[in-house]
């Protein structure tokens, strides 16, 4: 497997790994060690090797590092450390090729947040120091400065990660000589966790609040909300609903149903809460077939907001009319109770997030 497609394959891993909250890299210093394997396909004598004809070598070893970096910012860092990349070996007649490969190396490394994943590529150089030991030439030994590259994910919990990386080397032969390794990271981190803040105000104490709902007299447009009623920023209730039922086959408004309707006339002309906006969902029994009473769930979400209308309500587009025909009942339709409220019109905010 060639560097190229392992550095891919660690590109294709993160999709699974994606989560909805976004986790990135603490900024600050970290430090970090990882294990691995070392694969070579070179010839020998590009390490030194001075026989007569040419020796291929390919293999394989279990190698090593050891990294310290430092993160100016969640998408930007430096990187730099210690290899011991093991070492690959061959036998060719009576001649023993061993070469051991190790070296000091130092990366800029840029990442990208995908969830409480980092996707990283790094460019640098090494320091690669070889040691070539022949049986029947004696030993050498070299240092040769290539360049370094890789790409990887780490999967970052607090200050700690877990990473998962490809690194090649050399500036026209990648795919010869690369390392593949997995690791630990902790991170200890330049900043402060920052402090939640509080859920909600609390009113001071010298402000007026006749209703107890936390906000004061003076900006209070609904002061009769009941003491521990979840507000708006205006004192009016988040979570009001109402429910209007419905004769059967009808969508007409019965006395009671308007006069539940006037109670929150006053507050939806309110020019100073108009951003109240909500839902109107019509709703019918099940006696009928479905598309009828999608067509009759409808006129009675129409028939309320037609009613709103006409108290001098504007609704334009602050709520929406929807019929649910026989959809979603909230009791059962085997008796006439049930039935009774099935039909029905629903009104409910929905700007306060509740």
Known sequence: MTARKIITLLALMTAPMVCAVAHAAEEGIYLGASGGQTNVDQNADEFGYPGPFNVKLTDDDTGWKAYLGYNFFPWLG??????????????????????????????????L???????????????LRTELDVNSAGSSNENDTQLAYGAGIAYNYGNWSVRAEAEGFDDNAMDDFYF?????????ASKPAPVAAPVAAVAPAQCPDADADGVCDAEDECLDTAAGTSVDSMGCNCNYSMALEFA?????????DMALLDEIVPVLKNPKVNFISGEINGHTDSIGTEQYNLGLSKRRAEAVAAYLQQQGVDLGDRFTINGFGEAYPIASNDTEAGRAQNRR???RRTDCGT
């Open 345 to 347: 019109v629903e009104i």
């Open 248 to 256: 059967f086959d009808s969508a007409r408004l019965s006395p009671r």
């Open 113 to 127: 947040p995908v969830g409480p994943v980092d996707v990283f590529v790094k460019a640098g150089v090494i320091d």
């Open 78 to 111: 430096v990187e730099g450390g210690y290899v011991d990349f093991g070492g690959v070996s061959r036998s060719v007649f009576d001649q023993d090729i061993k070469v051991d490969f190790s070296g000091w190396d130092g990366f800029a490394v840029g990442r």
């Open 180 to 188: 593949i390794s997995g690791g630990i990271t902790y991170t200890f």
